[in-house]
């Protein structure tokens, strides 16, 4: 099936320092990747719907300027926390949709995810 | 997209049929049922999703009731690595959105 590797999987910084996470979909093209974002314990909260050639839609309560999200080419999104803090310290998600071959049945594949500690 | 209510958690003897419901009574004509897994420390992945018949694939079964209103999950030979965070999930199939809202879902915890 489809695939969609995150990198990198776990990264420590300190704060006020900026992260980068990149989201690639190996074997399909993805105009549009969702990044999620999960604190312990708790379910994954939708921040963003990253789109190829345009600018991203984030959800209401999500800081565009602090969570920048560039979605360059059809196989690969980032997302950028910048001034990371301790509280951004998290497990971010990033998915997409297959679409291969005309499919369309709303199945979206997820990246194994990168855990975020901010000192 | 229709409200979801799963329990918080569930047990399973390995080797068994683990059953996970799912209620959806708000469900509307065009909404179909997904369910998604997720093991501890990774990306959620799919399992299995429907509209209205039952559907099997080599991970699970999904049964829907008749009404729609509710679904189960059924994992019939459960092993110790399918202990997750079951999430059942109501959604409009394809289109231009295909982004998810997860609930709480349902923590199976498959025992030896």
């Known amino acids: 099936g489809a695939v969609v590797s995150q990198h990198p999987s776990w990264v420590i910084c300190k704060s006020g320092t900026s992260v980068k996470i990149e989201c690639r979909s190996l074997?399909?093209?993805?105009?549009?990747m969702f990044w999620y974002r999960q604190f312990p314990k708790q379910s994954l909260m939708l921040m963003a719907t990253?789109?190829?050639?345009?600018?991203?839609?984030?959800e209401q309560g999500v800081e565009k300027d602090k969570f920048l999200i560039n979605h360059a080419s059809l196989t690969l999104s980032t997302l950028t926390v910048t001034s990371a803090h301790p509280e951004d310290s998290s497990f971010y998600i990033c998915?997409?949709?297959?679409?291969?071959?005309?499919?369309?049945?709303?199945?979206?594949?997820f990246g194994e995810g990168s855990r975020l500690t901010v000192l | 997209d229709a409200k979801t209510t799963q329990p918080p958690s569930m047990d399973c003897a390995e080797g068994r049929a683990a059953n996970l419901p799912c209620n959806h009574s708000?469900?509307?004509?065009?909404?179909?049922v997904y369910w998604y897994r997720q093991i501890h420390s990774q990306g959620p992945q799919y399992i299995i999703h429907?509209?209205?018949n039952n559907e099997t694939n080599e991970m699970a079964s999904l049964i829907i009731t008749e009404d729609r209103k509710s679904s189960t999950l059924i994992l019939p030979h459960a092993t110790l690595r399918d202990t997750a965070v079951y999430y059942c999930?109501?959604?409009?199939?394809?289109?231009?959105?295909?982004?998810?809202?997860f609930g709480k879902g349902t923590l199976l915890t498959v025992n030896p």
């Open positions: 998915s997409a949709p297959s679409g291969a071959g005309g499919s369309n049945t709303g199945e979206l594949f």
């Open positions: 074997d399909f093209q993805a105009t549009t």
């Open positions: 990253s789109n190829e050639g345009s600018k991203a839609t984030y």
């Open positions: 708000t469900i509307s004509g065009n909404e179909y």
């Open positions: 429907g509209l209205k």
């Open positions: 999930i109501v959604r409009v199939s394809g289109g231009s959105n295909y982004k998810l809202t």
